[in-house]
């Protein structure tokens, strides 16, 4: 199983990302160690806003790449709204391949 998820981090930005393990990637990110992504370095992480479910990485990848194409303003609807997931990206990803858990 793997999951896409959306972190928020202490100057209100949005970072993305994918992994098999979600609280063991956040604790990566917080620790700003060597498995930390470059970005949670330079930008604290301080909560989890949304997680995403599918079966494979190569699915993963493709929500990942396009959720970090969107501008933030959209992001930040994804995680208020859920539906608009499906209306910023029905045409871009299949949609029915995700589970948000979060």
């Known amino acids: 199983m793997?999951?896409?998820?959306?972190l928020r981090c202490e100057d209100n930005s949005l970072y993305t990302g994918i992994t098999t393990d979600v609280d063991r990637r956040f604790q990566e990110h917080i620790q700003k160690g060597k498995k930390g992504a470059k970005y949670t370095k330079m930008h604290v992480p301080i909560c989890i806003e949304a997680i995403w479910q599918c079966d494979t990485r190569s699915t993963a990848s493709q929500l990942e790449y396009q959720l970090k194409?969107?501008?933030?303003g959209k992001k930040?609807?994804?995680v208020k709204e859920s539906h608009c997931f499906q209306q910023l990206l029905k045409d871009k990803v299949d949609?029915?391949?995700y589970k948000r858990i979060k």
């Open 95 to 97: 949609i029915e391949k």
């Open 2 to 6: 793997y999951y896409i998820y959306l």
């Open 76 to 78: 930040e609807k994804i």
């Open 69 to 72: 194409k969107l501008a933030k």
